[in-house]
């Protein structure tokens, strides 16, 4: 290959600006509050500032600046003004639309003028555009925006290298290979990109950041600059991409979020008091802090195992009272760790298939609650309606009968086998911790 | 637990009443009104406190007397003993006192541990019951009782699966509830609500933004129009006012113009400063003359003043003795004090001296002051003092001495005596009583063995010694022994050894001399102690007595000897040192003499009286040495007055040659002198300031002499000055000039108005250009029609500038909305809280969901239970019920949450208790209770059992089954029967042993 000018270049996108964060169900204090408020727009401005001081010679984003469903203009005016803020250090910028900020002619505002050293590429077909550096070409970028929310379309494959091009960058917003869990938007296959002549894919659309292809040509997906629900855990950035006189691509991992979300998990199992419990999980927000890069944490506890504290876990207000302990400790100033919720999964410390098959109340629960279970896989058809019966005409009231609950509860409505097997499982230990407890009471 | 025995104080009709109770069952039999009911009250009362009547009346008043309570023993079946006291006189607790095993003393906490959590109600209706409550069904299925039913094979202790229920669903409420307002979920459902709904009205933001934009773009075009039309009649508005504002001056300018063309200009050719040329030489002039006339007044004056003065120069001719004498008769008057203290002084000294030689006995001056009162004669009297006084007392110290050494040898040689025996002797005496002694042992050791050999001896105590020393022997012996190579054969050695010792020791006594021999012993020693006796002093028949009193004697008559021999070196030795100290005795004395030849001579040598002491002489010596001084002084003093004398008359000399010297008479009286002197020195100071005066006038008077010239040249100088101007100027009098230079100044007033009327007018056209026309406009146009177009475009320009100013407003408005927008962050915010409220909602939808189910599932668990398994209790009274009825119901079903319970024959349908006779419904109540009593003790402390009455209703036969059933019963609780009929009592008590009677 002839030599050519090595260049360095930023790849982001998935910007999802000014999107709510999803998935906080507890109050949170005002500064954690505030924090998570402004971290899409505060992550973007991390990404312009690392495309300033590593002097990059232009930054690709691919898709997803704000979504469509939840659009502000503030969303987008952060983002021009990113934008803008490199032109005016003469870092051109090129910019595909994905699904959730599609060129449909209404998301984005028609009057938000964005800098001449911008392109968007259009909807139409595959565009490309040189990268000019002294008067001379030294990479080419190639992209296509979405139309519409959902392109069903394999638009990767009509990308195709011309000739004479230094370096040629497919810009994307594509889901390579059907991953599940995401829209299967623009579907292509590795085949696809390595059939392009591309010399680096800058793929959009999947959150997680990570390599697709490690060569020939090297496809990276940059995933989001800030993680924004539970599941978006452990960093999130973008990438710096330098390519040397032999053309040949190398990716560094840029971190750029502000609060990073994490799930801990502590089992219950040879602890015996309160004060261990405590203790044991302030050891691993501790640890988890440790490992956060000096970021603020937005933790998600998980108790799991079996033992004595179980039953204290289960008192009215325990789990309430854990958190705000914790939280005193953690959350008080950035960088905080703010335990955003804890679930308790333990077990109480009884042999529960010997209680089974005790001939006694508990005995009599237990048998009933695996009888509703069973009713799932039953092949029965009566007993199976019977029980769903039972469960759904017992989850009436709120999700179905109150019309608030109706319009706003939709998403959490048990409404399958599976969600039932969920509380099924929880009510049981409910149940039982009362009979126990009664019990107890003798 | 068993009432072990009832006391009652005071209740009802009890008084001080008392009842000791059986382990098992005890029947308490009474007639009517015999107090049953009233002993079952009490002990409900003792238990559970007392109840309250609704018409106020106090339930069981201690009518019959005592205080009203009392108290229960109750055994647990520990074994434990308790003591439960109460007294009160109302309803409620009263005052409750519970005594444990160990003298601790509790309340209601330690009563209801011990009751087992078995409240009123439950004691009531189970435990202590009567016909009454066993008629009511109501009684079994208060709640509390129901809930007993079911909880109790439930395993669930004292709660049932309703409580449970109920608490998990006041917990789910908490959450939501149809209806409910304060619900969390409630509240978060309606939040979401509202923040939807805002968020709804804030989506519109971007519709609103592309308006506002394409708005903006249009009024800033109408803006750019507006402000083009506006600056154009503001020009035109301007321009009108500025016409206007030109008449005035326009018409001004013409007049002034004209006024100038007409006038004199006589006066234009006169220099501008001619007039003030002239007044500035007329000042000049008329400065000039005035001040030579004042210089000639002030010469006068000052001539006039200098005439006037004349100086004294003979005075100013004794200026330096005038004054000599001045300051040398303030020092005359000081002389006249010194010399009258000098005069005192020397008085005073001459009486001193007087008074000291009249202390020395009336000498002469000149004799006392021939004495040598120098520093070394007075050491000399001292040192001579010194040695009389030591001589003396040294002498006197020996003379002492000597006396009491002489008194001493006299004593020492009175006590001394001479003995009979000498010394010698004495030892020759002690010699041979020593021998005699000797001898007598001797003697002694010869009876002894004489005895001995008689064999008639005792045997002897020396032998113990001997043993001693045998056993000593044998043990060195045998250590001797074993120190040897071959201990065992070594001990044997030693101790052959040791015998062999022992055995020379046990033989050597019996060998001695023979007898034989012994008489001849004794003659010898007889014979030796008559010579030692007569050596001795003694008598040779003389017993051992008389020989030990006169060894005494002569040990007394030996130290005797001895102290006398001691006392004659010390006389001796006195008599030497007596005979030493007179002969220093002898010395001192010459010495004594030396020392006071020595002081005489002294005196002698200073022609002072032989007889004086030292001391004396000292006090001559001291009174030489004041006297000395006292004349120094007193001539002193004399020296001093003469001085005075003479300066004094110095002074008078010289004063009276100055007063000849200037003419002047010398006053007659000598205390006038002073005065004079100061007269004169006043007239010198006056004569010297006259003196200077004239100088100073001199002076100025020369001065202003030479300063009057110059001053008429000057004044000449202006005059020629004045007529040269007006000759310049072509004029002959001052007063011509001053006319036209007034008409010359009047038009260059004119002028200079001209040209500031033309300046105004130029400001107004804008330039110098633009004048001609402005002011050919001003003249040509009216002022009237010119306001009227004035106005006009005053008005269009304020109508512009408001509409632009709208436009401006709206614009800006518009600006700060798009900017807003472009910023804005509250549709983010809210959608944050959207999520964040959506995630609680979620959650606690689900914690509700989670109880819902939980619900649910104990619900379904209840009835299956309900269903499939019965009770104990149930079963337990079933027994009971089978044994009351002869077993012709087999089964009892208590169907939980339902009001009534079935029985089931042995054969037929089942029946509610409805269907049953009265007496078959007692017996179930009666059977179901003892299912109670017995679950009840199964899990706490039994409690006793109480009935009154309760076989009333029943036939015989079964009357005699139930008191069987109460009997069994009674093996595991312990059960108190009140009765009034005597037959209840034998069925239940055939044997009349636990029967108590209340009668």
């Known amino acids: 290959m002839p030599s050519i000018q090595p260049f360095r270049f930023l790849h982001t996108g998935d910007l999802h600006l000014d999107s709510p964060f999803e998935g906080v169900s507890a109050d949170a204090p005002a500064h954690v509050l505030a924090l998570i408020r402004g971290a899409t727009t505060e992550a973007w401005r991390n990404v312009v500032r690392t495309a300033i001081d590593e002097r990059v010679d232009f930054i690709a984003v691919a898709g997803d600046v704000f979504e469509n469903s939840s659009p502000t203009l503030l969303g987008q005016t952060r983002f021009r003004d990113g934008l803008s803020e490199l032109a005016a250090r003469d870092v051109p910028s090129f910019v595909v639309h994905g699904n959730h900020d599609p060129l449909d002619g209404r998301s984005w505002a028609p009057s938000l003028s964005f800098p ?85 894919w800058a793929l959009g659309h999947i959150h997680k950041p990570g390599v697709v292809l490690e060569a020939d040509p090297l496809a990276v997906y940059c995933g989001i600059p800030q993680g924004r629900d539970p599941g978006e855990t452990g960093a999130r950035g973008c990438y710096v991409v330098d390519v040397d006189a032999s053309g040949t691509p190398s990716a560094r991992f840029v971190a750029t979020d502000l609060v990073r979300w994490q799930h801990v998990e502590r089992s219950i199992d040879g602890l015996t008091d309160d004060e261990a419990l405590q203790r044991s999980l302030g050891r691993s927000l501790a640890a988890a802090s440790e490992e956060a890069d000096g970021r603020s944490l937005v933790v998600r506890l998980r108790l799991t195992g079996r033992g004595q504290l179980h039953g204290h876990l289960r008192r009215s207000g325990y789990l309430d009272d854990l958190r705000e302990l914790l939280n005193e400790e953690t959350a008080a100033a950035p960088p905080f760790v703010w335990v955003e919720s804890i679930r308790d999964e333990t077990r109480p410390s009884i042999d529960l298939a010997a209680r089974r098959d005790t001939p006694d109340f508990v005995g009599d629960f237990l048998r009933t609650v695996d009888a509703a279970r069973r009713a799932e896989r039953t092949t029965d058809p009566e007993e199976h309606d019977a029980w769903m019966a039972t469960l759904r005409t017992a989850v009436a009231p709120l999700f179905d009968d109150a019309p608030r609950g109706r319009r706003h509860l939709r998403a959490s409505r048990p409404d399958d086998a599976a969600l039932f097997a969920e509380l099924l499982d929880e009510a049981e230990i409910i149940g039982l911790d009362l009979l126990l407890a009664a019990e107890e009471d003798r | 637990m068993r009432i072990e025995r009832i006391e009652v104080d005071g209740f009802g009709r009890f008084s001080d009443a008392h009842w000791e109770l059986a382990e098992g069952m005890t029947i308490l039999l009474g007639a009517n009104e015999a107090g049953k009911t009233t002993l079952l009250n009490a002990i409900r009362a003792l238990l559970f406190g007392f109840e309250s009547t609704r018409d106020g009346r106090t339930w069981y008043p201690a009518f019959a007397g005592g205080r009203r309570g009392g108290r229960l023993v109750l055994r647990l079946q520990s074994g434990e003993r308790w003591t439960v006291d109460r007294h009160g006189d109302r309803g409620g607790a009263g005052a409750l006192i519970v005594e444990a095993p160990n003298g601790n003393r509790g309340g209601q906490e330690q009563l209801n541990a011990l009751l087992g959590g078995a409240d009123r109600d439950l004691f009531n209706n189970i435990f202590a019951f009567g016909l009454g409550e066993l008629e009511a069904f109501s009684s079994l299925s208060s709640e509390g009782v129901s809930s007993r039913i079911y909880g109790a094979g439930s395993g669930l202790g004292g709660s049932s699966v309703l409580d449970l229920e109920r608490r998990l669903r006041t917990d789910q409420e908490a959450a939501y509830k149809a209806r409910g307002q304060e619900q969390t979920l409630t509240r978060l459902l309606s939040r979401i609500e509202e923040v939807r709904g805002r968020i709804a009205e804030l989506e519109q933001q971007p519709a609103e933004y592309q308006a506002a934009v394409t708005e903006l773009a249009g009024l800033r075009d109408r803006h750019a129009e507006l402000r083009s039309a ?399 001084r006292l004349t120094g002084e007193r001539d002193e003093q004399l020296q001093r007055l003469s001085a005075i004398a003479d300066a004094a008359s110095a002074f008078d000399d010289r004063l009276d040659a100055l007063l000849a010297r200037l003419g002047r008479p010398i006053p007659d009286q000598a205390t006038l002198r002073p005065s004079t002197v100061v007269a004169l020195a006043d007239e010198v100071q006056r004569a010297g300031s006259d003196r200077r005066h004239a100088e100073e006038l001199d002076e100025s008077l020369r001065e202003q002499r030479g300063r009057r010239e110059p001053l008429a040249a000057a004044i000449e100088a202006a005059r020629v000055a004045l007529a040269g101007h007006l000759a310049q100027c072509n004029l002959s009098s001052a007063d011509e000039l001053r006319r036209l230079a007034a008409v010359a100044a009047a038009r260059r007033a004119r002028r200079q108005e001209v040209r500031e009327v033309r300046a105004t007018l130029i400001a107004l056209a804008g330039n110098e250009d633009a004048l001609g026309g402005l002011v050919d406009e001003a003249r040509a146009n009216d002022p009237a029609s010119l306001e009227a177009r004035r106005e006009e475009a005053a008005a269009a320009v ?202």
């Open chain 1, 116 to 200: 001449e050293l911008t392109h968007r590429f259009g909807t139409t077909a595959v565009e490309s555009v040189p990268v000019m550096r002294g008067g001379l070409e030294i990479a080419r970028v190639y992209g296509r925006s979405f139309d519409r929310p959902a392109v069903t379309a394999n638009y990767a494959a009509a990308y195709r290298r011309e000739a004479d091009v230094p370096f040629a960058i497919g810009l994307l917003h594509t889901n390579v290979g059907d991953r599940p869990g995401h829209g299967n938007y623009a579907p292509c296959s590795v085949g696809d990109l390595r059939a392009s002549g591309m010399d680096y």
């Open chain 2, 798 to 999: 304020t109508r512009l500038e408001a509409e632009e100013s709208e436009t401006l407003t709206r614009e800006g408005g518009l600006s700060t909305r798009i900017a807003q927008l472009e910023t804005a962050e509250e549709l983010g915010a809210r959608r944050q809280e959207l999520a964040l409220l959506q995630a609680r909602a979620d959650a606690e939808s689900r914690r509700w969901a989670v109880r819902a189910v939980a619900l649910a599932l104990l619900g379904e668990t209840r009835r299956r239970y309900e269903r499939e398994r019965q009770p104990q209790v149930v079963r337990d009274a079933e027994r009971y019920f089978a044994t009351i009825t002869d077993g012709r119901y087999a089964r009892i079903v208590a169907p939980p949450g339902e009001g009534d319970v079935r029985v089931e024959p042995l054969t037929g349908t089942s029946r509610t208790t409805d269907q049953l006779s009265r007496g078959t419904a007692e017996q179930l109540y009666l059977a179901l209770r003892f299912g109670l009593i017995e679950q009840f003790g199964r899990t706490t402390e039994p409690l006793p059992v109480v009935m009154d009455d309760i076989l009333v209703n029943f036939d015989r036969d079964r009357a005699a089954r139930a008191a069987g059933a109460i009997r069994e019963l009674a093996t595991r609780h312990q059960v108190i029967f009140f009765t009034c009929h005597p037959q209840t009592a034998e069925l239940l008590d055939p044997d009349g042993v636990v029967t108590l009677s209340l009668d």
């Open chain 2, 230 to 628: 506006r600056t154009t009649a503001a020009e035109q508005r301007e321009r009108l006012r500025r016409v206007l504002e030109a008449q005035g001056p326009a018409t001004r300018l013409t007049a002034l113009e004209l006024e100038l063309s007409q006038g004199d200009a006589g006066g234009d050719e006169l220099p501008g400063d001619a007039e003030a040329v002239l007044d500035r030489l007329l000042a000049s002039l008329h400065e000039a003359e005035a001040a030579l006339a004042s210089l000639d007044e002030s010469i006068v004056t000052a001539e006039r003043r200098r005439a006037a003065l004349a100086v004294d120069e003979a005075i100013l001719s004794e200026v330096a003795e005038i004054n000599a004498l001045r300051d040398e008769r303030l020092i005359q008057e000081q002389r006249a004090a010194q010399h009258e203290q000098a005069d005192a002084a020397a008085a005073r000294l001459g009486g001193e001296l007087t008074d000291q030689l009249r202390r020395v006995g009336g000498w002469s001056e000149d004799r006392l002051l021939a004495v040598d009162d120098s520093l070394a004669t007075i050491e000399a009297t001292r040192e001579l003092e010194r040695r009389l006084v030591s001589t003396r007392a040294a002498l006197e110290s020996l003379q002492q001495r000597t006396e009491t050494g002489r008194a001493a040898v006299d004593a020492a040689g009175n006590e001394l005596d001479e003995d009979d025996l000498d010394d010698r002797e004495i030892s020759a005496r002690r010699a041979a009583l020593s021998e005699l002694d000797d001898l007598r042992v001797t003697s002694a050791t010869l009876d002894e063995r004489a005895r001995l050999t008689h064999g008639d001896v005792r045997p002897d105590r020396s032998w113990l010694p001997a043993l001693v020393t045998l056993g000593v022997l044998l043990l060195v012996g045998s250590l001797v022994g074993s120190y040897l190579a071959f201990p065992v054969h070594g001990m044997v050695v030693g101790l052959l050894l040791g015998l062999t010792a022992a055995a020379v020791m046990l033989v050597r006594p019996v060998a001695g001399p023979p007898v034989r021999d012994l008489d001849d012993e004794r003659r010898v020693i007889a014979t030796r102690r008559r010579e030692l006796l007569a050596r001795a002093g003694v008598d040779s028949d003389a017993d051992s007595e008389t020989v030990s009193a006169a060894a005494d004697d002569l040990a007394a008559k030996r130290a005797g000897l001895r102290a006398a021999s001691q006392q004659k070196v010390r006389l001796a030795e006195r008599r030497e040192a007596l005979q030493r100290l007179e002969r220093e005795c002898d010395a001192a004395r010459s010495e004594q003499d030396a020392a006071v030849a020595a002081w005489r001579g002294f005196l002698a040598q200073r022609e002072l009286p032989e007889n004086l002491s030292p001391e004396a002489a000292r006090q001559v010596l001291a009174v030489v040495t004041a006297a000395r």
